[in-house]
């Protein structure tokens, strides 16, 4: 090493090693899952309830992935996935079912039916971050491992029978060996950039605007959603309890969050919102303020030997369409099945069906995603005519009960099997 470089960290420790002086440690398990947000602590609940080991190594602290606020929607598929796992009390107890939401445009509410439109369904209102502290209870309760705070992750062997991650934490290197790997590290994580470039697309659309999202302490302005297409832009108005709310607004990629004051925010939505709902809104003290990026994006496949990719890892939707969650949901009800399968019944028609189930669907909430957020948001450049056509298209879907339909359907979120038969 030329003088004065100094050693990349983990080479440091491993050279240590060789001198004997720093331990390290490796643990063998079923499944080595990256990652605890939703996605991988759900993988773990369901491989657990199964009799399936495994370990979740996630880089962040555990308050820290429950301080990020996201997702506030859930599709029946989900809510089933949660009781399936045993953490579905707290949901059904505090979350609000929603049957319908409002379409704002043109300065008036049109309420879509979605329970009637689609024979009975609803969807759930209950945040992200309950669900993700359900979760994370359970695994605790289960004296179930979860390394927080773990250094340098590195993802390794995945193209044979014998994967392993590894990690630091304590100035130490652990080494897991494992059967398989589940990337659940999100959009920004490790496993998905692990893949050989060769073998993996990737496909991206990003939108030219993100959302400024508050969660307040107030109580929401209506007892449903309402999705607003307006000319000074989108703007959604949701909630997590019936004193606390959760709303969004449109803004340009350029801005930062500090520019926006609370006052300021609140002035904003006011301008997007009906008359009614102006009237009725009642703001306090943000006690979250982000902006979020929208972006479609999917890899394919989902599956590198004996490494697999669930959730944001894999796939973002714009959360217009509010299927982010969901779609990381169904995407470990397949991997689990496939792992359940591998194990319990010596078979890998799961595993190697995973990549090819879940694009299927994930594609198809693309579509939605991206129809709905074109369909409800300014776009630079366009100029009026583009808003005259999104009200035309807004008129004609409220005022069409196959239109309708089709917002609703989507929106609760496709059946397991649609387009199987
Ligand atoms: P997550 O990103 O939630 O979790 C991945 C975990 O992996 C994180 O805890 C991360 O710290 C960890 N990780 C990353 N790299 C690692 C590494 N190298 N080693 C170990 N751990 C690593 N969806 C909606 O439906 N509605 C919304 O309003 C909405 N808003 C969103 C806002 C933002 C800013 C983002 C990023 C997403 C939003 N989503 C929304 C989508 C969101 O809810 C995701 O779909 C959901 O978090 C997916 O969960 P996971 O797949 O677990 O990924
Ligand atoms: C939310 O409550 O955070 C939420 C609800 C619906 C969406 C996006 C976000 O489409």
Redesign the pocket.
């Known amino acids: 090493m030329p003088d004065g470089q100094a050693l990349p960290k983990l080479a440091f420790i491993v050279l240590r090693q060789l001198n004997g002086d720093t331990p390290m440690s490796t643990t063998r398990t079923q499944v080595a899952i990256?990652?605890?947000?939703?996605?991988?602590l759900l993988l773990g609940q369901l491989l657990h309830k199964a009799g399936i080991d495994a370990i979740i190594?996630?880089?962040?602290t555990g308050d820290y992935?429950l301080s990020?606020i996201?997702?506030?929607?859930l599709e029946q598929v989900c809510i089933d996935l949660l009781d399936e796992a045993g953490v579905g009390q707290r949901m059904h107890k505090e979350g609000l079912i929603h049957g319908g939401f409002d379409l704002l445009f043109k300065g008036k509410r049109h309420r879509i039916d979605m329970n009637q439109l689609t024979g009975g369904k609803n969807v759930m209102v209950y945040g992200?971050t309950e669900l993700t502290r359900d979760l994370m209870d359970a695994r605790q309760a289960a004296g179930l491992t979860t390394i927080y705070e773990?250094g340098n992750?590195q993802v390794h062997d995945f193209d044979s029978q014998k994967p392993r991650v590894t990690y630091e934490k304590n100035g130490q290197l652990h080494t897991i060996e494992c059967d398989f790997i589940a990337g659940?590290?999100?959009?920004?994580?490790?496993c998905r950039a692990s893949a050989p470039k060769n073998g993996i697309k990737e496909f991206e659309k990003v939108y030219p605007f993100g959302w400024l999202g508050v969660l307040s302490d107030t109580p929401p302005v209506h007892h449903e959603l309402i999705y607003a297409n307006s000319p000074r832009g989108f703007a959604l108005c949701s909630q997590r309890s019936e004193t606390r709310s959760r709303y969004y607004l449109q803004v340009p990629l350029t801005d930062k969050v500090e520019q926006w004051s609370d006052e300021a925010f609140w002035a904003e939505l006011r301008n997007r919102l009906d008359p009614e709902a102006r009237d009725k809104l009642v703001t306090g003290p943000s006690i979250e303020k982000?902006i979020?990026p929208l972006r479609s994006f999917v890899t394919e496949p989902m599956r590198f030997g004996r490494m697999f990719l669930?959730?944001?890892?894999g796939h973002i939707v714009p959360?217009t369409g509010?299927?982010?969650?969901?779609?990381?949901a169904t995407d470990v009800k397949y991997l689990s099945t496939a792992f359940i399968e591998y194990y319990q019944e010596n078979t890998e028609a799961g595993i190697d069906s995973y990549s090819e189930r879940c694009l299927r669907r994930i594609w198809r909430a693309e579509r939605f995603s991206w129809w709905f957020t074109q369909l409800m948001h300014r776009f630079p450049g366009e100029g009026e005519i583009a808003q005259k056509f999104q009200e035309a298209e807004l008129d004609y879907l409220i005022h069409s009960e196959s239109g309708s339909r089709t917002i609703a359907e989507n929106y609760v979120g496709l059946p397991l099997d649609f387009g199987d038969h």
């Open positions: 990256v990652g605890a947000g939703p996605s991988g190594v996630e880089r962040q992935v990020r996201r997702a506030g929607v992200q773990a992750v659940c590290d999100g959009f920004h994580g490790v982000s979020a669930a959730g944001d890892a959360p509010a299927k982010g969650l969901n779609l990381a």
